[in-house]
C-alpha cells in the first residue's frame, strides 16, 4: 500500500543533488500542479451544493462529513503525494518528480525553448551522458531536454532562467558569427548573409535585403521577407514564424548583424538585450503582485463557500411553526429559554410537525395561540416547549361527506402522535401521546381542481384534545 507523504520543502534529494554539481545558493522554489487549479472550483461548488442539499433534507451529520471529506480531498492534491518542483539557483537549476532528479548548470545549456506555459532546456551531449537523462521519463522530452510544465509561478521561472541563458546565447552566437560560423538557434540559423529556417521538409534562406522585420514574442520568432506582387510589386509578406531556442538571443542577435542602416550597432545589442530582461523582470513583478492578491481573493471566496456551506448544513430549516423542528430530533437550540419544571408557568411552546398542514394542530400564529395567549410565545425566543406532532392516515371510515357537485367524499380516521421537549436541550419532557383525530366534521366547501374534487378527508385534533395533551407540561 502506497503512503502518503507531505511536501513542506525543498527534497534532500534535489538540495544534495545541487550542492553535488555546485549550482550555489537556492533562488527560487517552484512547485508544479498535479492537474489544474481550475478544477478546484468546480468540484468545489458541486460538493458544497450537494452538502447544503443534504443538509436542507436534514442529513447534516452526512453533509458535514462531506465537507470535511472535500477539504482534506484538496489538500491531499495540493501538499500530498510525490515532490514536483523546480529549484532555481544562483549557477543552475534543479528539479525533481518523486524520484526522478534532473539538473543544468548555465553554463552547460546548449539551447532553451520557451513556451506560454512551459519551458525546455537542451543541455550539452555531454552532461546529458554524466547525469542519465535517459533514467527520468517524466522530466526528459525529445533530445534530452529538461521540460519544465504545469509550474506555478511559470512567468517568474521563465524570467529567472531567461536572465541566465539569453545572455550567454547571444554572446555563443556573436562568437560563432566572428568564427565565420552560423549561429544555431533551432529550427533556425543567422549568419553573416542572412537567415536559414527549417520549415519541415526543406531549409529556406533569406538575405538581410531581403528580410523587412523580425520580432519575437515570448518563445516564438516572427520574420517578415520582401516578395514581389503582380499587382502591389514589392510588399513585406510573413516568412517563419516558430517557437525558437533562445528567441530573444535570436532576435538581438538579427538586429546586431543585420546591416540595414536602422539597426543597433552590434556593440549596443547585448545592451539592449540586458533592457529587455529588465522589461520583462518589471512585468514579471507586476504579474507577480497580481497573481498574489488573486490568490488572497480566491483563497477567501474559497473559504467563504466552504464555511458558508458548512454553516448552511447545520440549519435545520422550519417546515412549521417558530423554527425548533430539530428539537424533535432530540436537538436544542440556544436561542429558546431554558426550560424549568415548576417556574414560571404557563411555559410557551411552538408546535411543530404533523401532515397535511399541521396535523390538525394551528401554528402559534392561528387559533390554538389565539385562544391561549398564555400559551403563545411573544417571540421566537421566547420559547421552552415544542410539541412535535405526527400523524398516520388510516382506512377506517369515519363518515362521508356528501356536496352538491355530486362529490361523496369519505372521511377517514386519523391517528397521532404528540411528544413534548425541551427547546433549549432537546430533551424529552413528555413521552409520546398516541390519540385518534376526533374531530371529523365535513369542510363546508372543497376545491375541485380540472372537475377533480379530493379523493378523500382526514379527521384531525380538536383544540380540547391538543390542550389536554401537552398542558400538564405547559401548566406545571
Known sequence: MRSVSFTVGVPPAVTALAEQRALGAQKAVFWRRAAPVLLVWPITIVGVALAVTLGLLGWHGPALILIGALVVGIALWRYSGDARCVVVYEHGLACCVGRQLRSVRWDEALYSWRGKSDMAIMPRKDVLEATGAADTPDLTGPGGRIILRRVAGIYRLLQLVDAELQPRAFARGQARLAAGEQADFPPMAVTAAGIFADQGKRTVHAPWPAVASYTHDGGVIVVSAFVKDATKGRIAKEWFRALVADATAADWLMAATDPDPTTPPAEKAADLLAKDIATEQAEVRQRSRKDRRQAVFGGAAFAAVVIGGAAITTIHLPRHGLGYTAACDGHGASRATAYVPGGGAPHPIDFEGGSDGFAGVDDNAGVLDGEYVGWAPAKATDVQLVACVTGVQTETLLDNCPYSSGANIP????????????????????????????????????????????SDFYSKLTLTTVQSAVASAVTN
Open 411 to 454: 372521511m377517514k380516521l386519523e391517528q397521532y402522535t404528540i411528544s413534548v421537549y425541551a427547546a433549549r436541550t432537546g430533551a424529552q419532557v413528555l413521552a409520546p401521546h398516541e390519540i385518534d383525530g376526533d374531530d371529523s366534521a365535513c369542510p363546508d366547501t372543497i376545491t375541485v381542481v380540472n372537475g377533480r374534487a379530493p
